[in-house]
């Protein structure tokens, strides 16, 4: 699950991580109000940033025609001006696609003078099932950019989740980044403070970028995390009900968030053979082997490992709400799975939703004499496939014909 940048920074600062003073905001009015109180605090300069899933919005355009999804100023008059451009309009970045997302809030927030911008971030290496911290001087641009680039510039540091990060790691993390003298400690208990962030959240990642060396209004030298991006992982959000309850389903597609409430893992793409598997690696093969035979998939769809007749139905109805599907391939391997509660569900999904696409089924594994059985006693219009590449083959012949 993803969440804005301001409630990122809300879980941050509960783990004393030092950001900018700020207010969300939905109304012009709202923002005029937040800018005059940080500039009668003593704010030099005020930041608008709309608050979306995506990424670029500095470098976004508005279908308004409006440009930047970022804005600096110092006047309370022009972020009144420029919120109206904004929120509820919608902004277009490299990462929404041309569809782009409607802005529905913004961060009204202080602009500090940045005189050094670091990357910062806590994530999961898969490679050795341990949670790495990785940072690079070169903050504030991708970080895709700097490992292709610079990669002696990117800092990993291992951690050992049963002791977390300790005070000499995150001491040596500050150093290689410069933040030596005065700097250090302070430095190392913000790296440490994104790290618990990421372990008391049961966040897959925790992104600063940019991280900066701030110069206060008095003159002082400090480090504030400037802007933040945090995935969480779904399956620990039983957990934290007050992290599941930031979930903004708007900034959803709504057949994902429809699929999701029924326990399904979906995932929309551009193709017209919608897929339905059970199993990730398989649904991946399945995409995989329906591009191979010259056809493209609509979507990724997971339904378990025991999924039950409702949830085949639910998955159904999913798939029938896209207007670009032009046929269906299940794909199912029974290991823990029932291929005839696959089949009973498939057969009771095509008789509610009136199905008139193609559509083309393969089992195999658990009880698949009995899920044949029961597709071949349905009356059904259904094209069975005898192995992967046949039933593949038969659904890209189903949609060219």
Known sequence: MNIHEYQAKELLKRHGVTLPPGTVVD????????????????????VLKA??????????????????????????????????????????????GPAGRQVRKLLIAEAPQIEREIYLAVLL???TSRPIVMASSEGGVDIEEVAEHSPEKIIRQPVDPAFGLPGHAARRIAGRLGLGGAMLNRAASLIQGV???????????????????????EGAADLWAVDAKISLDDNALFRHPDIRDMRDTDEESPLETEASRHDLNYIKLDGNIACLVNGAGLAMATMDIIKHCGGEPANFLDVGGGASVEQVTA????????????????????????CDVIARGIVAAVKETGLELPLVVRLEGNNVTAGKRTLADSGLPIISGDSM?????KVVAAVVG
């Open 51 to 96: 608050q979306i899933h995506a990424g670029g919005r500095g470098k976004g355009a508005f279908t308004n025609g409006f440009q930047g999804g970022v804005k600096l100023t110092t006047s309370p008059d022009e972020v009144e001006a420029f919120a109206g451009q904004m929120l509820d309009n919608v902004l277009v970045t490299k990462q929404t």
């Open 315 to 338: 998955a159904f109805r999913i798939i029938m709400k896209d207007p670009g599907v032009q046929a269906i391939l299940v794909n199912i391997f029974g290991g823990i799975m029932d």
């Open 125 to 127: 290496d898969r490679a």
């Open 27 to 46: 109304s012009p009015t709202e923002a005029r109000a937040a800018a005059k109180a940080l500039l009668d605090a003593g704010a030099r300069r005020i």
């Open 389 to 393: 590449a046949d039933a593949a083959a």
């Open 195 to 217: 790290y618990h962030t990421w372990w008391e959240c049961d966040a897959s990642m925790v992104e600063i970028n940019p991280l900066c060396v701030i110069r206060t209004p």
